[in-house]
């Protein structure tokens, strides 16, 4: 059973650039969480969707972050214009149904900004 | 006031050593309660649960106490293997979907 996937593992863009990170959940999960973890920091919690919908976005960034999981294919994270602040580790967790317990996380995407 | 805390360590112990992390949480609504483990650069991975009456695997026991809004996390027996950075994680009380995350103890157990 293969487990949460994510692409790139590492993602270099220039500032302005947009960011487009990918995140397979594990077979049967429909739950999908992003995090973002800064250097030297604890993970921090983005977004929280389901097949076709946003359930939880209280911790995305106002603007020039968005997240979709649509009905077919992996989710998307996307981060338009970017700025050397969004230099950070962002990891996926799947989950077979809602709640905090049986989060799975894949490896994460390494984004620098330059 | 961060809403948990750790102790960022690093934890310096040799070879089978007993060794123990605490950490605090803000919130007291705050329901599930978990150690994950994380090594250098990778994703993190879970550990443990942790409940009230307290819980063991192996070398590993986690403790909570409810009334102090506290959770320790104890090895016995150290392995070279167990240095990593141990997370302290609760769930949000508003969404019960959402992690929050510590900032981690770094653990080195050395030959």
């Known amino acids: 059973n293969a487990g949460v996937m994510q692409n790139p593992r590492h993602l270099v863009r220039r500032r302005g650039q947009e960011a487009r990170l990918r995140c397979s959940p594990m077979k049967g999960h429909s739950h999908v969480y992003w995090y973002r973890q800064l250097p030297e920091e604890g993970l921090k919690f983005m977004v929280y969707?389901?097949?076709?919908?946003?359930?939880?976005e209280s911790g995305m960034p106002k603007e020039r972050f968005s997240a979709e999981f649509p009905k077919e294919g992996p989710s998307i994270l996307r981060i338009q214009q970017v700025v050397r602040g969004d230099s950070a580790a962002y990891f996926c967790?799947?989950?077979?149904?809602?709640?905090?317990?049986?989060?799975?996380f894949g490896p994460g995407t390494r984004l620098t900004v330059t | 006031r961060k809403e948990v805390e750790q102790d960022p360590g690093p934890f310096n112990v040799p070879e089978g050593a007993t060794v123990a992390f605490n950490c605090t949480y803000s919130n007291s609504a705050s329901q599930s309660f978990f150690w994950y483990r994380q090594d250098c650069r990778k994703e993190p991975k879970l550990l443990m649960s942790v409940y009230s009456s307290g819980n063991e695997d192996g070398r590993f026991t986690a403790q909570l106490n409810r009334a102090s809004q506290y959770i320790s996390l104890l090895i016995r027996d150290s392995k070279l293997s167990d240095s990593a950075t141990y997370l302290c994680v609760v769930n949000s009380p508003g969404g019960y979907n959402k992690l929050i995350f510590g900032a981690g103890t770094r653990l080195a157990v050395h030959p």
């Open positions: 969707l389901q097949k076709e919908n946003i359930i939880d």
């Open positions: 967790a799947s989950s077979p149904r809602g709640g905090a317990n049986e989060q799975y």
